[in-house]
């Protein structure tokens, strides 16, 4: 069974560097096939991609916030940290981690997902 | 980036009446490897999103009979054939063929 659980500071201050980390569990990410994908929701907004890494260390950002967004995994730990710098309060989101994985002929987007993380960037 | 147009924002519906999701992308969403990597993700209030389908038409487990995904090239559809209380929520579609992913804008389906 795979879970994902994200954890990290509720609250920020502007210019702060916020690190968020992904738990899961039922996968391992050691391998091209599989994936970790970063997802932010603002309050009332769509869903907005940031950031995904692979088992083989493959990276990609969203153009974006790619100067600003850093994407790291731990396989001994089985987790996945997303650092942002320079933290504004239009960054104010719900953040969420999901799994994705490659089977057969096709690669599967984000079919688990954690349940979220709110942060508030605030003076 | 690849934009992707959902319609129409908001969809009132009376349960047990059909509803129609559109979404539109700036370029066709077929993949180098042959695949269309177009999602729907489910997100009822105060819940992480759910997919629904994946690669156009293909319905995750779990998911009831009563959704379904159809389209191609740059024109794809949401159908919900009896719409039931338990379906309110907001609908995304999301591409992941073209670099940077991208969502549709959402579309709320509410009960009239």
């Known amino acids: 069974q795979i879970t994902l659980k994200e954890s990290g500071p509720t609250l920020v201050k502007p210019t702060q560097t916020l690190t968020l980390t992904c738990t899961f569990s039922g996968f391992s990410l050691t391998t091209s096939g599989v994936g970790v994908g970063w997802i932010r929701q603002p309050p009332g907004k769509a869903l907005e991609w940031l950031a995904l890494t692979y088992g083989n260390d493959d990276k990609r950002y969203s153009p974006s916030l790619k100067t600003r967004l850093t994407i790291t995994k731990d396989t001994s730990k089985n987790q996945v940290v997303l650092t942002m710098t320079n933290m504004d309060p239009v960054d104010t989101a719900t953040y969420y981690c999901?799994?994705?994985?490659?089977?057969?002929?096709?690669?599967?987007?984000?079919?688990?997902w954690g349940q979220g993380t709110l942060v508030t960037v605030s003076s | 980036d690849v934009v992707m147009t959902q319609s129409p924002l908001s969809l009132p519906v009376t349960l047990g009446q059909p509803a129609s999701i559109s979404c539109r992308s700036s370029q066709g969403l077929v993949h180098s490897d042959g695949n269309t990597y177009l999602n729907w993700f489910q997100q009822r209030p105060g819940r992480s999103p759910r997919r629904l389908i994946y690669?156009?038409?293909n319905r995750d487990s779990g998911v009831p009979d009563r959704f379904s995904g159809s389209g191609s090239g740059t024109d794809f559809t949401l159908k919900i054939s009896r719409v039931e209380a338990e379906d309110v929520g907001v609908y995304y579609c999301?591409?992941?063929?073209?670099?940077?992913?991208?969502f549709g804008g959402g579309t709320k389906v509410e009960i009239k």
């Open positions: 999301m591409q992941g063929t073209h670099w940077p992913l991208t």
């Open positions: 999901a799994h994705k994985r490659f089977e057969g002929s096709s690669w599967y987007y984000f079919d688990y």
């Open positions: 690669n156009v038409s």
